[in-house]
């Protein structure tokens, strides 16, 4: 069965830091592509970043290109997000999600199949 439990998030000041974490288990993790996501109230879902099942390219959306950092630990089956520079607009709940298959390309929404139970990021300004 795959799992997906995020943590670190929490409330920081605008201009902060913070690294969310992901750790899977349940499957082969370069047989997947994984992203974050995030939630905002009120707001759809969007894709924050992703990195590719094939080569492990990431990919960012404009809005955290040169804040947002996705990293992977094979070893330790764990994504992870650095934000920096965090800005009241990054306050949602961000999931990890992951989509199965061979990819050098960012998946659509709808192959991320296995989801986290998310966690909530609070930036203050």
């Known amino acids: 069965e795959v799992q997906l439990v995020e943590s670190g998030g929490g409330l920081v000041q605008a201009g902060g830091s913070l690294r969310l974490s992901c750790v899977a288990s349940?499957?082969?993790?370069?047989?997947?592509?994984i992203a974050w996501f995030r939630q905002a109230p009120g707001k759809e879902r969007e894709a924050v970043s992703c990195i590719t099942s094939q080569d492990g390219t990431t990919y960012y959306t404009n809005s955290v290109k040169g804040r947002f950092t996705m990293s992977s630990d094979k070893a330790k089956n764990t994504v992870y997000l650095e934000m920096d520079h965090v800005k009241p607009e990054d306050t949602a709940v961000y999931f990890c999600?992951?989509?199965?298959?061979?990819?050098?390309?960012?998946?659509?929404?709808?192959?991320?199949?296995?989801w986290g139970q998310g966690t909530q990021v609070t930036v203050s300004s």
């Open positions: 349940g499957f082969v993790f370069g047989d997947y592509s």
């Open positions: 999600a992951a989509s199965r298959g061979i990819s050098d390309v960012v998946p659509p929404d709808s192959a991320f199949g296995s």
